[in-house]
């Protein structure tokens, strides 16, 4: 706005300058004045449209203010508050202590990043069918269609109550240019994802019916058990397929070579910084116990609360001079096709 201020006061100044004259003006020179009339009037209508801008922006910066200060306020009367969209998945920022954003950090994906995520809305439970109708049936013109029987089976998620806690000292309450609020999604963005991650993996453990592929030797992982794990999987999994290994799987995958004499574990640094196995992705998960190929949208489906609620005590840090904010979100994860794993074992 400050450059088309500067632009419309010299023109003004130039038409000063030729009104001034006592001399009769040219034609050439009426047009020329013309025209910075009509350049004023231009830069006239710029400056209003850039002002109702400004004034829209100053708006909507004051509402956003204001329903952060509110939300706060009911945090310190220690009233219990409901935190939208507490869930995420793989963002391209992440928000550190000191509340600046982290663009486009590179990170390896998670259990969480490649399953199969409904909502929870209330505490009602969710049916979810295990698996789709198959394929269609060529049908002709007058030609009776064959019948398919199929069995639609499901798994009802259960919204079962998860908490976590957090304590801020009361010097930090105190102290109004604290982000409170923002500790407490940060703190409870991370603590579901790991909670998640958990859950997802002792469910691909204890899953039954599995495709089961015993290794060459004990306790050894040889290049004919990676590719037997691999082809042990039914072909229409295998496409959305990801290996889940430990970090002892992982160890023992960067020591085998191909037949072509090249490492099969490679770094995939244009997804982010992705391990890939067999042209496949590599997820690395402590909680895994047998190394696995795994259609993770098919074997589960994780429950996850679309807001979290955020209660506030004095009582329990009393002596510590801390404030405790619980926050209580609903969480299941269940297993679906379980012949879209198979694992070494």
Same mark, same amino acid.
């Given at each position: 706005?400050?450059?088309?201020?500067?632009?419309?006061?010299?023109?003004?100044?130039?038409?000063?300058?030729?009104?001034?004259?006592?001399? &009769?003006?040219?034609?050439?020179?009426?047009?020329?004045?013309?025209?910075?009339?009509?350049? @004023?009037?231009?830069?006239?209508?710029?400056? $209003?449209?850039?002002? $109702?801008?400004?004034?829209?922006? #100053?708006?909507?910066?004051?509402?956003?203010?204001e329903? &952060?200060?509110?939300?706060?306020?009911?945090?310190?009367? %220690?009233? $219990?508050?409901?935190? +939208?969209?507490?869930?995420? &998945?793989?963002?391209?920022?992440?928000?550190?202590? #000191? %509340?600046?954003?982290?663009?486009?950090?590179?990170?390896?994906l998670?259990?969480?990043?490649?399953?199969?995520? !409904?909502?929870? #809305?209330?505490?009602?439970?969710?049916?979810?069918?295990?698996?789709?109708?198959?394929?269609?049936?060529?049908?002709? !013109?007058l030609?009776?269609?064959?019948?398919?029987?199929? =069995?639609?089976e499901?798994?009802?998620? +259960?919204?079962?109550?998860?908490?976590?806690?957090t304590?801020v &000292?009361?010097?930090?309450?105190?102290?109004?240019?604290y982000?409170?609020?923002?500790?407490?999604?940060?703190e %409870? #963005?991370?603590?579901?994802?790991?909670?998640?991650? /958990?859950?997802?993996?002792?469910?691909?453990?204890?899953?039954? !019916?599995v495709?089961? @592929?015993?290794?060459?030797?004990?306790?050894?992982?040889?290049l004919?058990?990676?590719?037997?794990?691999?082809?042990g999987?039914?072909?229409?999994? +295998?496409?959305?397929?990801?290996?889940?290994?430990?970090?002892?799987?992982l160890?023992?995958?960067? /020591?085998?070579?191909g037949?072509? %004499?090249?490492?099969? *574990? @490679? +770094?995939?640094?244009?997804?982010?910084?992705?391990?890939?196995?067999? /042209?496949?992705?590599?997820? =690395?998960?402590?909680?895994?116990?047998?190394?696995?190929?795994?259609d *993770?949208?098919?074997?589960?489906?994780?429950?996850?609360?679309?807001?979290?609620?955020?209660?506030?005590?004095?009582?329990?840090?009393?002596?510590?001079?801390?404030?405790?904010?619980?926050?209580?979100?609903?969480?299941? @994860?269940?297993?679906?096709?379980?012949?879209?794993?198979?694992?070494?074992?």
């Open positions: 706005m400050k450059a088309l201020i500067e632009k419309r006061a010299r023109l003004m100044a130039e038409l000063d300058g030729c009104l001034d004259e006592t001399r &009769s003006l040219s034609k050439e020179e009426l047009d020329a004045m013309n025209v910075k009339v009509q350049e @004023v009037k231009e830069l006239d209508a710029q400056i $209003e449209q850039a002002k $109702e801008i400004r004034n829209l922006k #100053n708006t909507k910066e004051t509402k956003v203010e329903t &952060s200060m509110e939300l706060r306020e009911m945090l310190l009367e %220690g009233k $219990e508050v409901e935190v +939208r969209d507490m869930t995420k &998945s793989n963002v391209k920022g992440e928000k550190v202590q #000191n %509340g600046a954003l982290v663009t486009d950090r590179a990170k390896e998670g259990l969480k990043d490649f399953a199969r995520i !409904e909502k929870f #809305n209330g505490n009602s439970i969710v049916p979810v069918q295990k698996s789709k109708m198959g394929k269609l049936v060529k049908a002709s !013109e030609a009776e269609i064959a019948k398919k029987d199929v =069995l639609v499901q798994v009802d998620l +259960r919204p079962e109550k998860h908490a976590l806690l304590v &000292s009361e010097e930090l309450m105190n102290d109004a240019s982000d409170v609020e923002g500790l407490i999604k940060e %409870g #963005n991370q603590a579901i994802d790991e909670t998640i991650e /958990g859950m997802i993996a002792d469910t691909l453990n204890k899953a039954t !019916e495709v089961t @592929v015993t290794p060459k030797a004990e306790g050894v992982i040889a004919e058990d990676v590719t037997n794990l691999y082809f999987l039914n072909a229409k999994y +295998r496409k959305n397929a990801i290996f889940v290994v430990n970090d002892t799987h160890k023992a995958l960067a /020591g085998l070579v037949t072509d %004499g090249h490492p099969i *574990l @490679v +770094r995939d640094l244009v997804n982010g910084m992705q391990f890939k196995l067999m /042209g496949r992705p590599v997820v =690395l998960c402590e909680d895994i116990t047998d190394m696995m190929f795994t *993770l949208e098919k074997a589960v489906v994780a429950g996850v609360g679309t807001n979290a609620q955020v209660k506030r005590s004095d009582d329990a840090f009393f002596t510590t001079a801390g404030i405790a904010f619980r926050t209580t979100i609903a969480l299941d @994860v269940k297993a679906c096709i379980t012949q879209a794993i198979a694992k070494i074992a």
